[in-house]
């Protein structure tokens, strides 16, 4: 039987080591490097790519759902469901670009915005994990995960529709912050919102949310609160079973193996060396690719023995990697189709799986690497550390390259010029396809939007 007096202390250590104040980085040095890496890393989001240039195609559901339903609903698409939940985020800009800006720039809107979308999960995630860190330059470096992930980033199938991965991640740290500036917690609390109205992973949060709103003081509660508001509104209008059946958890645990290889290789493998080299790895089978992960057990290694010296960022570290390693099995749990490992991985396929996982394991290793760093350890031990920084490096460079599934179809321009053509005959709307043009992917253009 447990002693209530020994779990008692140990409940309130726990709740004191994640309620530490995170606020705002001060200094001119510390608020310019913030604003260099958070343009840069936007920048790339909407910058052409080898591979071919996003921004210039229509994708998947972006243009199927949220610009066919934004034209055809109006204002009332914001509260549409489609694959049983919500998607505010995501339709709120499918509106605002459709609206403000003449059709021919609104796939760049589209991109614009998701850009905008992932620099503010930077803004919100820079000051708790400099909290934590206990240096602005280290937290910045796993803040800046949120526009520099290593893993099929900056083509995470298509421009809005897998946003969500990035509001439930960046609402996690929205959540974990103790913000008392007015600013800030007013755009944590807009973040959380729009989370858990985006995507019922959110919903995850909700323990967290109730906690924070009885355990925070004035400003400090806004964010939960809100959160604790969305997650309301997207109870009601949850429809559990419009999914369909694609697979379940019963498949992870059939094949417990293989869902041990798919956590190691989908999670820290692919974090670390890009989905691009994971693939290439994997042409040698599953065991050799898992020896990569030795550089990583190095980092943790070298972080577990002076994590004395930096308990916070130790106990947020384990916390990143248990929640992101949790999160990818209940993701990998939906599609079936993608369980085992195939020669269809690309940036943007199965990556969205990964890319979820690598914001919070790619903050995780950071961390781990700033305790190693500034350990007081032999010299070999920055150098692996420098070594792993550089693999992520590489790693983002790689995935960066772009994915040609962005680009086999047509382009924006030639979909308006086609379906300007068809309006001339008289129609009223137009479905025309966008890409991937192989999976049948169709959007209806109205022929009034287009001549606006």
Known sequence: MRNPAVTQPSLRRLARTFSIPTPWPSGAVAVGWFTGVTVLGF?????????????????????QVFLTDALRD????????????????????????SSLVPPDAYVMCTGIA???????????????????????????????????IPVGNLEVLGNITNLRWFLVAGAFFA????????????IAAAFTFAASTSDPLALAWMPLAAWRVIAQRGWGRLPASAALLGAAIHLMHLQPGARGERGTAADLIAQPF?????????????????MTWTQEFLRFGVPPTLFTLGLTLLIVLVAWKHRRAFPEAAALALVL????????????SFPASYIAFTEI??????SRYSAFAALFLTPALILAMSIGWRGNGPRWQRVVIGLTGLALAVAFATDAMGDPRHSSGLTWEQTLNQTDALCAEGREAVDVS???????????ISCTWLRR
């Open 43 to 63: 920048l790339l989001q909407i910058a052409p790519r080898p591979a071919g240039w996003p921004l210039a195609f229509l994708f998947a559901e972006d243009g």
């Open 114 to 148: 998701a850009g905008f979308v992932k620099a503010v999960a930077v803004t919100i995630a820079w000051p708790v994990l400099t909290a934590y860190a206990r240096s602005w330059a280290w937290g910045l470096a796993a803040a800046s995960a949120f526009v520099f």
């Open 434 to 444: 966008n890409v991937p043009d192989y999976e049948g992917w169709r959007t209806t």
């Open 175 to 186: 959540l974990l912050g103790t913000f008392r500036s007015a600013p800030v917690a007013v």
């Open 74 to 97: 109006g204002p009332s698409a914001l509260l549409n469901t489609y694959a049983g939940y919500l998607h505010l985020v995501p339709r709120s800009i499918a509106l605002s670009c």
């Open 258 to 274: 293989d869902t041990i290889a798919q956590l190691l290789i989908r999670g820290p493998v692919a974090t670390q060396y890009s």
């Open 321 to 332: 990697v248990v929640t992101g390693l949790a999160l990818l099995l209940v993701v990998l």
């Open 345 to 350: 991985w690309s940036p943007s396929q199965p």
